[in-house]
Nanobody, 116 residues
Framework: VQLQASGGGSVQAGGSLRLSCTASGNIFSMNAMGWYRQAPGKARELVALIFSGSRVNYADFVEGRFTISGDNTRKSVFLQMNSLKPEDTAVYYC???????????WGQGTLVTVSS
């Protein structure tokens, strides 16, 4: 399974970006799909996940600024990020968990830079 992420870039504080990720290859049923991020010198952390029943989970720091969504094929996930802050600067990684054995996959990462 390959995860292709796109949509990162540089914005000023208060701006918006939309990340996209599409899975391809030998895909099983999706259990969860979403985004993690890793800032320089920090551990990777959850941003948002969407589950097979369409339930969503957000990290506390999102504070209503981000919205995760998926398409009907369950192969793509999107993250609309509004009101971006400099502390949102990080590499954002697409993540997917598949099948009865919960196989996990990671995308290559896309850089988001928010300037003050």
């Amino acid at each position: 399974v390959q995860l292709q992420a796109s949509g990162g870039g540089s914005v000023q504080a208060g701006g918006s970006l939309r990340l996209s990720c599409t899975a391809s290859g030998n895909i099983f049923s999706m259990n969860a799909m979403g985004w993690y991020r890793q800032a320089p010198g920090k551990a990777r952390e959850l941003v948002a996940l969407i589950f097979s029943g369409s339930r969503v989970n957000y990290a506390d720091f999102v504070e209503g600024r981000f919205t995760i969504s998926g398409d009907n094929t369950r192969k793509s996930v999107f993250l609309q990020m509004n009101s971006l802050k400099p502390e949102d600067t990080a590499v954002y990684y697409c993540y997917r968990r598949d099948g009865p054995r919960n196989y996990e996959y990671w995308g290559q990462g896309t850089l988001v830079t928010v300037s003050s």
